[in-house]
C-alpha cells in the first residue's frame, strides 16, 4: 500500500487501477487538473485500498504513447502530459503528470465544453457551472474581469475627480512619515485609466467593473457579510453587520467589526500602558484585504467574516486563480484575479507587497504564540482561520473584576474602562452607542451574556440618567444617545 502524499498533495493526486473501458472517466481527471492547479494520475494502483498492481506485463513506453496520443486526440485545446515510469514494490506503474493549462477552458471534443470542463473541487472532478466556465474562459483569453466595461453604468468626470481624491486621501492616511506622504503622487483620471477602472469606448471614458466596485459598487453580492457567533458553531448570532459601499470602504469597516469583538488585554512596561489584542490585529486585516482584492467577482457569493469563541474566519469566494497552488501561494507567488483592484489598492497602500500576505499572516501568528493559522481552498472559495487563544488563559484576568456581568462576558471593552463615575457595564453600553448609533435589548443582553431582563433593567437605568433615550415599543425598541450621553472618549 502506498498514500497519495508519496506523489505530492493528496487532493491533486488520483489512483487509477487501469485504464477504464469508458476513456471519458479516466480523461475528466486530466482536463480537471489542466483547468486548475494541475495533478498527477497514477496509473496502477487500486484507489480504495491504496494497493500497487501495476501495469502487468504491458510495455510501458508503449502503453505511455498511447496515453499521450488518447488525451491528444480526445481533448481540447491540447493537453501535453509529462509520463514517467517509476517503481513501487516490485511493480511498475506510470505517472502521469499534468501541468495547469495556459489556454482555458479544456474540454472533452465530443461532449463540448459546457458539459466537459471539469474543474477539482475538494478533491473531486466535476463539470464547471456556467459562471466558473466563464472565467475559464477569460483566464485563457488573459482578460481580467474587473478591467471590463460595467454595462449601464454611465461615465461620470465628477464621480471619477471624487475617486481619484478619496484614493489619495487612504493612501496618504497610510503613510507613517511626512516624507513618505510626501512621496505619493497625485491620481489622476489618466492613470485611472492605466489601471483599468476605466476604457474607452471610441474616444469616451466608461466604466469597467473595478469604478464601480470603487465608487458606487451597484454588485449586490459585492459586499462583507460579517458575524459574532455564540459558541463555535452557527447556531446563534449575537451580532451581524453587512458592509456595502465603495469596497475599500467595506474593508476598514469589516476589520473595526472584528476589533468590537475580540479580547484585549492591557501590558504595562514601567509606566507606559499599551492596549494588545489577543488576535495579530495587522494580520486580520491583511486577511480582509486579501480577500475582497482577490476573490471572484463573477460568484455571487459574499465575503464572510465570522468570530467565534474559538476562532476568527475569513471566507471569500473563488478558488486561488490562473492555476496557481497553495504551496506556490503560501511561499509567496501571487496571481492576479482582479488587476485594476490590485493597482487601486497597490497604490493606496492597502497591499504592502505582491504575494507577501499569506506568508505575514502565518508569520504573525506565530509571532503571536497562535496556532498555526489554516490557510486553505474551502469548496470552490478560499479560507483563513485564526484560532482564539483558550479561553483559560484569559479567566484570570476577567475573574479580578467585581462586577459579575464582567465575569460572565469578558469582553476587554468592559475591562478596560477606569472611570469610577459609572458602572463599567454602562460604560461599555456608552461605547457600543458611540460605534453603533444604536442598541437593542437583545444586543447588549448578547454581547453580555446576561438576561434579557437583566439588559432592560441596565438601560433603563441609563434611560433615567438621560444618558440614553428609548424610542419605540415592545419588540420595535432601540436606545439611542440621549442628552447628557458622554460624546467624548
Not at 510495455?59 to 481533448?75: K, T
Not at 509520463?83 to 461532449?111: M, N, W
Not at 493597482?343 to 509571532?367: D, Q
Request: with cysteine; aromatic share 8%.
Amino acid at each position: 500500500m502506498i498514500e497519495k502524499v508519496y506523489f505530492g498533495e493528496g487532493k491533486n493526486i488520483e489512483f487509477k487501477r487501469e485504464i477504464p473501458q469508458k476513456h471519458d472517466k479516466f480523461l475528466k481527471d486530466i482536463i480537471a487538473f489542466s483547468n486548475c492547479t494541475g495533478g498527477k494520475v497514477i496509473l496502477g494502483i487500486e484507489d480504495r485500498t491504496n494497493k500497487v498492481y501495476g501495469i502487468g506485463e504491458a510495455n510501458p513506453f508503449r502503453l505511455a504513447d498511447d496515453i499521450s496520443n488518447m488525451i491528444s486526440d480526445a481533448c481540447t485545446p491540447q493537453i501535453n502530459p509529462d509520463i514517467t515510469i517509476q517503481t513501487l514494490d516490485g511493480k511498475t506503474v506510470l505517472v502521469i503528470d499534468i501541468a495547469p493549462g495556459k489556454f482555458r477552458p479544456y474540454y472533452l471534443k465530443s461532449a463540448g465544453k459546457e458539459e466537459s470542463a471539469y474543474i477539482r473541487i475538494n478533491g473531486t472532478s466535476r463539470a464547471a457551472d456556467m459562471r466558473m466556465l466563464q472565467e475559464l474562459e477569460l483566464e485563457g483569453q488573459r482578460i481580467y474581469y474587473d478591467t471590463m466595461q460595467e454595462i449601464g453604468m454611465e461615465y461620470s468626470e465628477e464621480t471619477a475627480k471624487k475617486l481619484c481624491e478619496s484614493m489619495k486621501e487612504v493612501a496618504l492616511s497610510s503613510c507613517k512619515t511626512e516624507e513618505e506622504k510626501a512621496g505619493v503622487p497625485d491620481m489622476t483620471i489618466a492613470k485611472l485609466e492605466d489601471m483599468g477602472l476605466l476604457c474607452r469606448m471610441g474616444r469616451d471614458y466608461v466604466p469597467t467593473h473595478a469604478f464601480n466596485l470603487m465608487t458606487e459598487n451597484r454588485m449586490k453580492h459585492a459586499k462583507i457579510q460579517c458575524a459574532l457567533f455564540k459558541g463555535t458553531s452557527r447556531d446563534e448570532f449575537i451580532d451581524r453587520k453587512e458592509f456595502r459601499g465603495p469596497i475599500y470602504e467595506q474593508i476598514e469597516e469589516a476589520y473595526q467589526f472584528v476589533l468590537r469583538h475580540i479580547n484585549m488585554s492591557a501590558q504595562i512596561n514601567g509606566i507606559v500602558r499599551r492596549d494588545v489584542y489577543e488576535l495579530p490585529v495587522r494580520a486580520v486585516r491583511e486577511a480582509i484585504i486579501n480577500a475582497v482584492t482577490h476573490r471572484s467577482y463573477m460568484d455571487d457569493s459574499c465575503v464572510q467574516v465570522s468570530v467565534y469563541d474559538d476562532r476568527m474566519e475569513v471566507l471569500s469566494p473563488g478558488m486561488l486563480y490562473g492555476g496557481l497552488d497553495l504551496e506556490a501561494a503560501l511561499e509567496g507567488k501571487s496571481k492576479c484575479r482582479n488587476a485594476a483592484v490590485s493597482e487601486a489598492f497597490h497604490y493606496m497602500k492597502l497591499i504592502e507587497a505582491w504575494g507577501t500576505g499569506l506568508g505575514r499572516i502565518r508569520n504573525s501568528c506565530r509571532e503571536y504564540g497562535l496556532k498555526e493559522p489554516v490557510i486553505d481552498e474551502f469548496g470552490d472559495g478560499f479560507r483563513v482561520v485564526f484560532f482564539r487563544k483558550e479561553m483559560e488563559e484569559n479567566q484570570d484576568e476577567i475573574q479580578k473584576s467585581g462586577n459579575p456581568e464582567i465575569r460572565k462576558s469578558g469582553n476587554p471593552e468592559i475591562r478596560k474602562s477606569g472611570n469610577p463615575a459609572l458602572p463599567d457595564t454602562e460604560l461599555f453600553i456608552i461605547k457600543y452607542i458611540r460605534e453603533n448609533d444604536q442598541c437593542t435589548t437583545a444586543e447588549i443582553a448578547g454581547l453580555l451574556d446576561i438576561t434579557g431582563r437583566r439588559a432592560r433593567g441596565i438601560l433603563g437605568s441609563l434611560v433615567k440618567k438621560g444618558v440614553l433615550r428609548k424610542v419605540g415599543n415592545a419588540r420595535n425598541t432601540i436606545y439611542q444617545a440621549g442628552g447628557n450621553f458622554p460624546h467624548g472618549e
